[in-house]
């Protein structure tokens, strides 16, 4: 029997005698990530492996690409109004590169929503009227991948202005929708934290930033070269194979027969 981790969590009782004899019988415990086997190590005295999960690509290389700006993801706000995906900040930044004389782009922010997150998806909204910004809310599987397709930069910044050593949970633990991106030729400037650090290669494959200033300075480098733009779109493609489902079977295969 193994155990998957796919976040870092914390158990307060782990120590007990009740759960040292349930971790007697596991053969091994498998993490989604390197930054997930940090904290799961250091909770639980253990090595465990990493194992990346499988990522499905579904570009349509049929659609043209447009000078978009793409971020997914869910509409997380907490009691306190502490957004952990970061879409005001990615408003907010776009709004000041708009400002500073930006024209001909856009951002597109892609969110999954409940229904009690309206009052939180509104504000997003107030804050992007009078900007080229458009908000999709729970697309379908169709229309995600579309958006995918049509853009050239995918933006992500969830982790950004957190105490990740006290809470990492609030950083991204892999980044399934980073490689989407990649997967669809657009080329990442992604915040360097969490598990986007392991998906992105910096200058290679797309952009790893640690402050917002970082992020429009790596942002405007690729609006202007377009060269650049697209050798990183072609090394983001094939980055994204890495976490392909064929070698997620493989690894799981290998992983077993030890």
């Known amino acids: 029997m193994y155990i998957h981790f796919q976040f870092p969590i914390e158990l307060t009782d782990w120590k007990s005698l009740r759960n040292k004899l349930k971790l007697s019988f596991v053969s091994g415990v498998v993490c989604n990530s390197y930054f997930t086997k940090y904290f799961i190590d250091r909770e639980f005295g253990i090595n ?42 990615m408003i907010k930044t776009f709004r000041e590169m708009i400002d500073d004389g930006l024209k001909n782009w856009e951002l597109v922010i892609v969110v999954g929503i409940r229904s009690e997150d309206k009052t939180s998806v509104n504000k997003i909204k107030e804050m992007s009227e009078g900007y080229p910004i458009k908000i999709i809310e729970n697309p379908s599987n169709e229309k995600l991948w579309e958006s995918y397709s049509k853009a050239k930069i995918y933006w992500h910044a969830t982790g950004f202005g957190e105490d990740l050593e006290k809470y990492p949970e609030r950083a991204e633990h892999f980044g399934i929708s980073t490689v989407e991106a990649m997967g669809s030729g657009v080329v990442p400037v992604v915040i360097n934290a969490g598990g986007q650090k392991e998906i ?5 494959s797309g952009f790893l930033w640690n402050t917002l200033k970082d992020l429009v300075t790596r942002t405007n ?11 990183m779109s072609i090394d983001a493609v094939n980055k994204s194979k890495v976490f392909s489902g064929e070698r997620f079977c493989n690894d799981l295969k290998n992983l077993i027969r030890q």
């Open 200 to 204: 992105v290669e910096n200058g290679k």
């Open 48 to 89: 465990s492996r990493v194992l990346y999960p499988p990522v499905i690509i579904k570009n349509n290389t049929q659609i043209k690409k447009e000078n978009i700006i793409l971020n997914v993801g869910r509409l997380h706000v907490d009691k306190n109004g502490s957004n952990y995906k970061k879409q005001d900040i």
């Open 221 to 231: 480098n690729l609006i202007k070269d377009k060269k650049l733009l697209e050798e």
